[in-house]
């Protein structure tokens, strides 16, 4: 197994989180070595997804009283008929930006906002209902960043 310097820079987190039980550790971090190899968030194209980082629904925005890099997620219409696999993919390569913008400051987090005003309940409800599925999107979101993210999102 080579590792990579980023993936160096998560095992503290996995060891935080686990109060510093390695054995207990070991088994969430290699799940999420498999995922980040699986997904290749190094490898995402902001060419892939130009069009995403242009409208301006997710975007670093100063940083917190800790000083770490403050994410913005605007909630309304976020989706706009993308799909879930498209939003994911422009959800990490922007929080692995701001990571890195969080380590050059010297800080091993982020923070994470998320405006859900004037979030309606059909744009909330999951897509299959007719909604834009943004309800579906933060918890799948929330999820992601607490199995694979340990100690780096508030």
């Known amino acids: 197994m080579t590792l990579k310097k980023n993936t160096l820079n998560f095992t503290p987190g ?23 190899n699986r997904i290749k968030i190094h ?6 997804i130009e069009d995403l980082l242009s409208s301006g ?17 605007k909630g309304r219409k ?3 008929g993308n799909s879930f696999e498209r939003i994911m993919k422009y959800f990490l ?18 923070n994470l906002v998320i405006d859900r005003t004037k979030i309606d309940d059909s744009e909330a409800s999951p897509s299959s209902k007719g909604g834009d599925g943004m ?3 933060i918890k799948d979101v929330a999820d992601m960043l607490e199995k694979y993210f340990p100690e780096k999102v508030e």
């Open 14 to 36: 996995f060891c935080v989180s686990k109060k510093y039980k390695m054995n207990d550790a070991l088994e969430p971090w290699r799940e999420w070595y498999a995922w980040h």
């Open 43 to 48: 490898d995402i194209n902001a060419s892939e």
């Open 57 to 73: 629904k997710l975007y670093w925005h100063g940083v917190s009283k800790k000083g770490n890099p403050v994410l913005y997620m």
């Open 78 to 80: 976020f989706m706009g």
């Open 93 to 110: 390569y922007v929080l692995n930006k701001g990571l890195h913008i969080a380590e050059n400051l010297g800080k091993v987090k982020v």
């Open 135 to 137: 309800g579906e999107l």
